[in-house]
């Protein structure tokens, strides 16, 4: 079964400096249909202005991946770590027993675009920890690309949580394939251009829920860029 979360159906709001949308309730955006999906909690799609950002807020108990679309983020945290994350890097922000850090565009004349990404862990408390990784355009193009996991394997971020996350690049008439388990969920998050998943159109935006099927094929129909989630089963 798939389900497709189109773009314009996603909570919105636009502060001046940050123009947000959201995949599922976030902040003061609540549908109760759209709580998150198996251990996927939050997908915002974030653009910042130039030179702007989020002051220094806690977080706790809870995966944060960071992918950056366009410009470049700069992070800073309670465990002294610092850095700026640019377009192919993955952040993984592990908040477990708590963490405060705050984000910012660095650059004074371009926007950043970016999707935030949370992640329930498959535990409480977690020792705070932060990781990030850098994977190139031809890596990801016309393959599935290993970003997250479990294991760190392949070199991907580690993830607390029985997940598997993959990036893909693909130009038109390109296809990628992923054999799942029917009893797990998969997720797919058209980060720019257009797709089709197993037949079924989908744009920049778009978020395909996939349930109980064995593949998932994605095909580029123009220039695209696509997050895929490998997902636990619901308890």
């Known amino acids: 079964m798939m389900h497709v979360r189109k773009s314009a159906e996603r909570g919105h709001f636009n502060f001046g400096w940050l123009d947000t949308h959201h995949t599922f309730s976030f902040g003061e955006y609540h549908d109760q249909r759209f709580m998150g999906f198996s251990a996927l909690r939050v997908i915002n799609e974030d653009v910042v202005a130039a030179g702007h950002g989020f002051p220094t807020h806690p977080h706790r108990d809870m995966e944060i991946i960071t992918y950056i679309l366009d410009g ?42 970016l999707l935030q990404i949370w992640i329930i862990p498959k535990a409480r408390n977690l020792k705070p920890s932060y990781e990030q990784t850098a994977f190139s355009p031809e890596e990801r193009q016309g393959k599935l690309r290993l970003v997250g996991s479990p294991d760190g394997r392949d070199g ?9 996350l993959y990036a893909s690049l ?4 390109e296809a990628v394939s992923l054999a799942t388990k029917p009893e797990r969920h998969t997720w797919l998050q058209v980060a720019r251009g257009k797709v089709t998943v197993n037949g079924q159109a989908a744009a920049q935006g778009d978020g395909v829920a996939i349930t109980q099927e064995s593949n998932v094929a994605v095909t580029g129909v123009e220039d695209a860029e696509v997050l895929l989630f490998d997902l636990p089963p619901v308890n």
Not at 79 to 95: D, F, H, K, N, Y
Not at 156 to 164: E, K, L, P
Not at 170 to 173: F, I
């Open 156 to 164: 991907s971020v580690t993830i607390h949580q029985d997940v598997n």
């Open 72 to 113: 470049a983020l700069e992070h800073k945290d309670s465990l002294g770590t610092g850095s700026v994350i640019r377009p192919g890097e993955v952040q993984r922000m592990t908040a477990g027993s708590g963490i405060t850090h705050s984000e910012a565009n660095p650059l004074k004349d371009q926007a950043t675009k």
């Open 170 to 173: 693909l130009k038109p008439g």
